[in-house]
T-cell receptor
Framework: DGGITQSPKYLFRKEGQNVTLSCEQNLNHDAMYWYRQDPGQGLRLIYYSQIVNDFQKGDIAEGYSVSREKKESFPLTVTSAQKNPTAFYLC????????????FGPGTRLTVT | GESVGLHLPTLSVQEGDNSIINCAYSNSASDYFIWYKQESGKGPQFIID?????DKRQGQRVTVLLNKTVKHLSLQIAATQPGDSAVYFCAENLSSAGNMLTFGGGTRLMVKP
């Protein structure tokens, strides 16, 4: 079955540690995205990538980094510089950048203490 | 700035009744709108979309209405079922400019048996 997978579903880290969230898609989509979701708020865009080896900052990129070495993979690293990292992180992909329906993964809930 | 919002944060309906979830948008140039459904602890799922050259679009048990005059979007769910209980997001996009999707905060739909 085609789709997007994110792992792990739950992640716990100590403050000051970097952590990498995985996102893989087998939909053959060019565009991929990372969003952050906080309770009662809309999705906020962290980073996006239109094509392999290319990515751009979204609205709230500070404290995050990404890579796009393969079309299928778009990992997100939450660095110790992110002041409030505890959140639900969603990865998505679409055929073209921002022009089509975005397909979302199941999300990773990160808790930093 | 331009934003997408929802009128009601929580909507409670009786099983079998019709549900109407509303969304106001402020960017009159937006030309593409999407409704997503998000169940607890999961990623958003695409429900239906509509482009600004249409006023109405129907899917299976769902209808989206677009009123460009008052910049209002609604999602109608017929014969609401317990499985419809979720948070519903609208999102807008100026697709012709390749703009990012802007998401609303969401409305929680609760279906009473």
């Amino acid at each position: 079955d085609g789709g997007i997978t994110q792992s792990p579903k739950y992640l716990f880290r100590k403050e000051g540690q970097n952590v990498t969230l995985s996102c893989e898609q087998n939909l053959n989509h060019d565009a991929m995205y990372w969003y952050r979701q906080d309770p009662g708020q809309g999705l906020r865009l962290i980073y996006y990538s239109q094509i392999v080896n290319d990515f751009q900052k979204g609205d709230i990129a500070e404290g995050y980094s990404v890579s796009r070495e393969k079309k299928e993979s778009f990992p997100l690293t939450v660095t110790s510089a992110q002041k409030n990292p505890t959140a639900f992180y969603l990865c998505a992909s679409s055929i073209e950048l921002f022009l089509n329906e975005q397909y979302f993964g199941p999300g990773t809930r990160l808790t930093v203490t | 700035g331009e934003s997408v919002g929802l009128h009601l944060p929580t909507l409670s309906v009786q099983e079998g009744d019709n549900s109407i979830i509303n969304c106001a948008y402020s960017n009159s140039a937006s030309d593409y709108f999407i409704w997503y459904k998000q169940e607890s602890g999961k990623g958003p799922q695409f429900i239906i979309d509509i482009r600004s050259n249409m006023d109405k679009r129907q899917g299976q048990r769902v209808t989206v209405l677009l009123n460009k005059t008052v910049k209002h979007l609604s999602l109608q769910i017929a014969a609401t079922q317990p499985g419809d209980s979720a948070v519903y997001f609208c999102a807008e996009n100026l697709s012709s400019a390749g703009n990012m999707l802007t998401f609303g905060g969401g409305t929680r739909l609760m279906v009473k048996p």
